[in-house]
């Protein structure tokens, strides 16, 4: 596959899952637990993320610490290509201009004598659900990465 073939399909995906989630926001009975919900959709490559390791997700706030979010993905196994929700509240975050940067941690769960999981992230987004439960797109990865034994984080750039 071509270069250009890779961005377009990419484009095209991301598009597809914003709509989707922008869908099923409007389809859905609004909820009255999260004040400032964060859509964390994780598209999982050609490696799946085997059962029993997981990821810790990290946002930094301008004038305030990093802060962690552990085990979003509840120890599941995430197949090859497959495309994964996860919701988390975030009640300081009330604009995207607040953000500084996301970060996903892959934390490997292994022992004798299985080795470490390596984990193909295709593309990652972040998403801010505003009051009036419109999606913004606040980070972005949309080039594949591979989480070895040396690349246990990957940093999320906001999308601006």
């Known amino acids: 596959m071509s270069v250009q073939s890779k961005f377009k399909y990419r484009t095209a ?37 085997r059962g029993g390791s997981y990821a810790n997700f990290y946002i930094k706030l301008q004038g305030s610490p990093l802060q962690r979010f552990d085990n979003i ?8 290509n497959s495309l994964n929700r996860y919701r988390i509240d975030l009640p300081a ?37 505003t009051p009036s439960n419109f999606p913004i797109v606040i980070c972005e990865r949309t080039t594949t990465h591979r989480f070895q034994g040396n690349s246990r984080r990957l940093t999320l750039q906001p999308a601006r």
Request: a negative charge; one cysteine or more.
């Open 93 to 129: 975050l009330t604009s995207a201009n607040q953000v500084e940067f996301c970060e996903i941690e892959h934390v490997s769960q292994e022992s004798f004598p299985q080795t470490a999981d390596n984990w193909n992230l295709d593309m990652a987004i972040v998403i801010m659900r």
């Open 13 to 49: 995906l991301r598009r597809v899952a914003v709509g989707l989630l922008t869908l099923s926001s409007i389809c859905a009975f609004p909820s009255v637990a999260l004040s400032a919900p964060l859509d964390i959709i994780l598209f999982t490559g050609g490696d799946d993320l």
């Open 73 to 80: 993905t509840s120890r599941r196994n995430l197949p090859n």
